[in-house]
């Protein structure tokens, strides 16, 4: 047991879904779910969740706030599959039907510490007039049946897209026995040469 703990190393993030840009709407809701590789594994959070409801500000930014708490801690023996987030921007529209108003994707960042991310969103569009007309009428508007295909390469050339409004996230990153396994994800801006020589490098 003591050789396994000591083989694997630990990422703990904690943030928030905190805001959204979408001029064009009134009311939007998020999904957001994490997808990483299959070496990696959450011991404790949620893998997935819902925000609540938010109607757009009515100040000059015009913008959706939520400040949805995030908080899932992760273990791993490499970092191939680091974490990703989806997230899926919903409203409803004339119809009372939820409608997908944008899917953005962002990794967790690299380098303990607090981050922003500005995800930009983007929505699936119908190959034609007609399919979109009667998306439309029906309330059948293009989604991904699994929104977590984006933070994945397959198929994805075959999207017709339109980008739509950006998501802002915010993360408090630390991780855990990563320098142990020969990772150094630390931010630098002076690297130290051996104590032996007493001398410094400015990066």
């Known amino acids: ?6 083989s694997v190393f630990l990422l703990m993030v904690a943030g928030q879904i905190e805001s959204a840009e979408f001029p064009e709407f009134d009311e939007i809701f998020c999904k957001y779910s994490f997808v990483y590789g299959q070496d990696w594994v959450i ?31 992760w273990k791993s023996t490499n970092p191939h599959g680091w974490p990703q987030i989806v997230v899926s921007a919903y409203g409803i529209d004339a119809f009372g039907h939820d409608v ?34 009667t998306s439309w009428v029906l309330g059948r508007r293009p989604e991904y049946v699994d929104p977590r295909v ?10 017709r897209v339109r980008s739509q409004g950006h998501v802002t996230l915010s993360f408090n ?3 855990k026995d ?5 990772y150094d994800v630390t931010a630098h801006d002076v690297s130290i040469l051996p104590e032996s020589t007493g001398a410094a490098l400015t990066a």
């Open 150 to 159: 984006i933070a994945q390469g397959e198929g994805r050339e075959v999207t």
């Open 173 to 175: 990153v630390v991780n």
């Open 43 to 73: 011991t404790s959070g949620l893998e997935e969740g819902l925000t609540q409801i938010t109607k757009k500000s009515q100040d000059e930014r015009r913008i959706f706030v939520w400040n949805f708490p995030l908080d899932v801690t």
């Open 1 to 6: 047991m003591a050789a396994s703990g000591g």
């Open 178 to 182: 990563m320098k142990k396994l020969g």
């Open 100 to 133: 997908a108003r944008g899917y953005g994707a962002c990794h967790i960042p690299l380098t303990p510490g607090r981050h922003k991310s500005r995800v930009a969103m983007f929505v699936p569009e119908s190959t034609s007039k007609l399919q979109k007309f």
